[in-house]
């Protein structure tokens, strides 16, 4: 036989914990504004391409050239072959990078790849 139970779920009233967002009058929870991090980023480029490959293990076999039509942005390099690779992240992930890619530093072999539009919608220039 099944246990039935002695109340109806639908009517158990629910408690929710008071919204910090919406704090009481007076209270102590102040509002801070969050401030976007500093990184470390470079543009794939031709100009950037040892620097990129002292910091980030790449394999021979993992790079590639590629046509303008494949390039994320020229950046004003002259072709006809641009640069494109991948490269495994600490988290064990490939990421493919093509020309004109930000990549974007948190700490060593643990970074992130942005294409220049994200990159410009995300990060501001150094002042």
């Not at 021979?60 to 641009?82: N, V």
């Not at 992240?89 to 072999?109: C, K, L, Q, Y």
């Amino acid at each position: 036989m099944d246990r039935v139970p002695p109340y109806n779920l639908a009517t158990v009233p629910v408690v929710y914990p008071r919204d910090i967002r919406n704090p009481i009058p007076g209270g102590t929870v102040l509002r801070f504004t969050l401030r976007p991090p500093q990184v470390d980023a470079i543009q794939l480029r031709v100009a950037t391409w040892a620097e990129i490959r002292s910091v980030i293990t790449v394999s021979d076999a993992d790079i590639r050239t590629i046509t303008a039509a494949e390039a994320t942005d020229t950046c004003g390099d002259l072709g006809p072959d641009y640069i494109a690779f991948s490269a495994l992240t600490v988290h064990r992930e490939r990421v493919a990078f093509a020309h004109g890619d930000w990549i974007v530093f948190h700490s060593p072999n643990a970074f992130r790849r942005f294409t220049p539009a994200d990159f410009a919608a995300t990060y501001a220039p150094p002042a």
